[in-house]
């Protein structure tokens, strides 16, 4: 009797004991569940820079290469497009009827003329008179001899055919071209010139020298002959130093010649240039 109660009671902690201890299983589980740490336990890692990507180079294009700029070319206005040279435009004022005594015809007729006159001289110039010109009538180049080879400055022309005597308000005028003067001839390097019928005036010049652009004179007559030519500092600063205006004698008349270092330089002008000119 007492030993059955004995086995009942061993029994019975064998049970309970049974149920306390967990299996090999749980504990399995509850170790690789303990072993990896909760998303609330875990530390932020630091976040890698992102890594753009190389640009790929990009094939070449095929085709013709791209042409280097050109040499700023004249901006002829539609107008122009009837005439281009003096006997050109009285071919038109002839075919068209204008009349000579018009402002068109005057005016026209002078810029065509200057620009014939000043061809002895060593201009190249390209009429570009109309209403968007900007005061501007002839544009070209100028070439002088240079230490080594010969120098082309870039000038612009106002032409003015009064019939009064010029006065200092067309030096003024002339400023304001400089400003309003077409790509390719803005900057260093530009001399603008003021040609009228008569000859500068004491006005004229002193404006001229106290101007701060490169600037110059021509006295032109309306048939064509250059009496006078006269230029500022800033123009000698820009390339006209050596140069100068003398007088020589072609028959009875007197030319105006343009020398460098005393010798003659203008063709057609009394002369191929060989002979010394005394200022």
Request: hydrophobic share 30%; charged share 20%; net charge positive.
């Amino acid at each position: 009797m007492h030993s059955a109660r004995v086995l009942t009671r061993i029994q019975l902690l064998h049970r309970h004991s049974s149920r306390a201890l967990p299996s090999q299983t749980q504990i399995t589980r509850q170790l690789s569940t303990s072993s990896s740490p909760s998303p609330d336990t875990l530390s932020p890692q630091p976040q890698q820079p992102e890594i753009e990507p190389h640009p790929q180079p990009q094939p070449p294009k095929r085709g013709r290469p791209s042409k280097p700029p050109s040499s700023p070319s004249y901006p002829i206005p539609a107008s122009t497009a009837l005439h281009s040279s003096l006997p050109t435009f009285l071919h038109h004022a002839q075919r068209t009827s204008l009349s000579p005594t018009s402002t068109v015809f005057v005016g026209t007729h002078y810029e065509y003329t200057v620009a014939q006159a000043l061809a002895a001289y060593q201009f190249d110039l390209t009429r570009i008179g109309g209403r968007s010109d900007q005061g501007i009538d002839l544009l070209g180049t100028w070439t002088l001899p240079g230490s080594t080879t010969p120098s082309h400055h870039k000038v612009f022309v106002q032409c003015k055919a009064l019939t009064r005597t010029p006065t200092s308000v067309l030096i003024r005028e002339l400023e304001g071209a400089f400003s309003g003067a077409p790509a390719g001839w803005r900057g260093e390097g530009v001399i603008g010139l003021l040609a009228t019928c008569g000859p500068a005036t004491k006005g004229i010049r002193e404006a001229m020298g106290r101007s701060r652009w490169p600037m110059g004179f021509v006295c032109c007559s309306k048939e064509g002959e250059v009496r006078q030519m006269l230029w500022n500092w800033r123009a000698e600063e820009e390339g006209l130093a050596g140069l100068g205006v003398g007088m020589r004698y072609v028959g009875d008349e007197k030319r105006l010649v343009l020398t460098w270092n005393g010798r003659h330089i203008a063709a057609g002008v009394g002369g191929e240039g060989e002979g010394k000119v005394k200022l």
